[in-house]
T-cell receptor, first 117, second 112 residues
Framework: GAVVSQHPSRVICKSGTSVKIECRSLDFQATTMFWYRQFPKQSLMLMATSNEGSKATYEQGVEKDKFLINHASLTLSTLTVTSAHPEDSSFYIC?????????????FGPGTRLTVL | DAKTTQPNSMESNEEEPVHLPCNHSTISGTDYIHWYRQLPSQGPEYVIHGLTSNVNNRMASLAIAEDRKSSTLILHRATLRDAAVYYCILRDVWGGNTPLVFGKGTRLSVIA
């Protein structure tokens, strides 16, 4: 079946540094990928939509200059958290849709747990 | 996507069936009912989806009310590995490349 991978699975960084998270679709092409953030005991919150070959679209309240998204190819999207601060510590999850018939199925990565010290 | 309502939490004994309800009274004619689940410290995974008829797959069954205003995800024999948050989400058939919008879901606890 379709698989989406994320790297790294876990990262700890110092405040002020930047962290890059990769999201790859392993056996299908994804012109669109989505990035979510999840705080403890809360649901997933959509951050942005990553579009291959064009600019990402961000949800209200998400700083585009802080969360840089690059969809460089049909199988890779990256999220860079710039100048990370402790409040950016969260579980970041990407997903990619795959259309099957009249309904799409979203495939999610395993998530990246970011801890900012 | 139309809104869904689910209980915050449910509990089940291992090896017993579990019925997870979802209300979606404002569902439109072109909305599919999708279920995803999120195991602890993992990304969500697809469980099942349907439009009007009941659906079965290796993971679960989906029972859809005749008026489509509610549905029930059925796990036939709960195992400890089924402990997760289950999300009921409506998706327009033309949703295509739009993101899933997650509600709070139902946290299922399975007791050995």
């Amino acid at each position: 079946g379709a698989v989406v991978s994320q790297h790294p699975s876990r990262v700890i960084c110092k405040s002020g540094t930047s962290v890059k998270i990769e999201c790859r679709s392993l056996d299908f092409q994804a012109t669109t990928m989505f990035w979510y953030r999840q705080f403890p005991k809360q649901s997933l919150m959509l951050m942005a939509t990553s579009n291959e070959g064009s600019k990402a679209t961000y949800e209200q309240g998400v700083e585009k200059d802080k969360f840089l998204i690059n969809h460089a190819s049909l199988t890779l999207s990256t999220l860079t958290v710039t100048s990370a601060h402790p409040e950016d510590s969260s579980f970041y999850i990407c997903s990619a849709p795959r259309l099957a018939g009249y309904a799409d199925t979203q495939y999610f990565g395993p998530g990246t747990r970011l801890t900012v010290l | 996507d139309a809104k869904t309502t689910q209980p915050n939490s449910m509990e089940s004994n291992e090896e017993e069936p579990v019925h997870l309800p979802c209300n979606h009274s404002t569902i439109s004619g072109t909305d599919y009912i999708h279920w995803y689940r999120q195991l602890p410290s993992q990304g969500p995974e697809y469980v099942i989806h349907g439009l009007t008829s009941n659906v079965n797959n290796r993971m679960a069954s989906l029972a859809i009310a005749e008026d489509r205003k509610s549905s029930t995800l059925i796990l036939h024999r709960a195992t400890l590995r089924d402990a997760a948050v289950y999300y009921c989400i409506l998706r327009d058939v033309w949703g295509g490349n739009t993101p899933l919008v997650f509600g709070k879901g139902t946290r299922l606890s399975v007791i050995a």
